[in-house]
């Protein structure tokens, strides 16, 4: 309660630029189960949802050959995945699974890295506050 307390003293407790306000949002300092585990669903279809317009590898090219591979070009454009696709690939992402295909563009690269970064991170606060629960 002192962490609510003070968060809701300054800028009447929406200070986003704080990591604290982030904690709260994300998981209620590491208190709330629920909100943990809505957070990582949300975040798990937000990721399906970008993977759908973002391009991914179509395919590689095969070589055999030193001059084959001088002159084999990668797909740079993608195709974007479908819903079921992205569903689970997102969730190989979260897992920090290596899914395929490979990002095509920078903006699903830089998607992909987010996800590794922040699904991880999601699922500690949710592993924290039911651990947090049980403590009690």
């Given at each position: ?38 957070v990582l669903i949300g975040m798990w ?8 317009q973002v391009g991914f590898v179509r ?54 890295m987010l996800e590794t970064i922040l ?18």
């Open positions: 309660m002192a962490m609510d307390a003070r968060r809701l003293e300054r800028w009447r407790g929406f200070a986003f630029w704080t990591l604290g306000w982030w904690y709260w949002l994300a998981s209620g300092y590491g208190e709330r189960v629920w909100r943990a585990f809505v279809l937000v990721g399906a949802a970008l993977y759908t395919w590689e090219p095969r070589v055999s050959s030193e001059q084959e591979a001088w002159e084999a070009r990668r797909d740079e454009v993608g195709q974007p995945l479908r819903w079921q696709r992205a569903l689970t690939y997102s969730l190989g992402v979260m897992t920090l699974q290596k899914p395929e295909p490979r990002p095509a563009t920078d903006a699903a690269q830089a998607l992909v699904g991880p991170v999601q699922a500690a606060l949710l592993a924290l506050a039911i651990r947090r629960k049980f403590m009690r």
